[in-house]
């Protein structure tokens, strides 16, 4: 099974870097201290469980990105589980 497109490389699942990308959504210059800890908290832990159990997971808490150019950007050149960039959403 190969994921891609024309767009980006191609990698087989069993040789990709990572599986799983957590990508944080809804922080923005408003986010108080304590709930940006909170979601990267929640991540973290999420990613832990994930690598607990094989799955090879990418976290991506650069904040000079905005969550779309990152999905973006894993699209071309990621292989992702199913093919997809999984969002973790929390409130």
Known sequence: M???DDKGA???PRVAEF???LIPVGL???TS???TQKITDNIQNVAKT???HGVRVQEDMRSHY???WKFSEYEVIASLL???VWELMTS
């Open 19 to 21: 599986q799983v990308v």
């Open 28 to 30: 923005n210059a408003r």
């Open 50 to 52: 994930l690598t607990e």
């Open 2 to 4: 190969i994921h891609g």
């Open 82 to 84: 199913d093919g997809h």
């Open 10 to 12: 191609v990698f087989p």
């Open 66 to 68: 905005s969550p779309g």
């Open 33 to 35: 201290e304590a709930d």
